[in-house]
């Protein structure tokens, strides 16, 4: 079992940075792959980035791609979402994900979720 804590997410100009961080328990943080998803209201949740259990190879939604960065420390089994050049259209709330040895772009190739942290981008 592995729970996921988000923080970092709140109120920003259009143009600023957030760095958001996820938190995760339990064991064997190194074999999962960590993702952030976002969900707008009244809308499925969609894919941010990833990073992937093996050789931290990374991935993200064309949106995000040259102004997000996701990393992870596994000492710190924490998992971190570094969002700059921010669009009043990145408004969201976000999620931290968690894949068990495999991973994706989907919402079902994740094992367990966060509780979301909300992300305001002020035009």
């Known amino acids: 079992q592995v729970q996921l804590v988000e923080s970092g997410g709140g109120l920003v100009q259009a143009g600023g940075s957030l760095r958001l961080s996820c938190a995760a328990s339990g064991r064997s943080f190194g074999s999962y792959t960590m993702g952030w998803f976002r969900q707008y209201p009244g809308k499925e949740r969609e894919f941010v980035a990833a990073?992937?259990?093996?050789?931290?190879?990374?991935s993200y939604a064309d949106s995000v791609k040259g102004r997000f960065t996701i990393s992870r420390d596994n000492a710190k089994n924490t998992v971190f979402l570094q969002m700059n050049s921010l669009k009043p259209e990145d408004t969201a709330v976000y999620y931290c994900?968690?894949?068990?040895?495999?991973?994706?772009?989907?919402?079902?190739?994740?094992?367990?979720w966060g509780q979301g942290t909300q992300v305001t981008v002020s035009s």
């Open positions: 990073v992937h259990w093996v050789g931290g190879i990374t």
């Open positions: 994900a968690a894949s068990y040895l495999k991973g994706g772009r989907q919402y079902h190739d994740y094992d367990y």
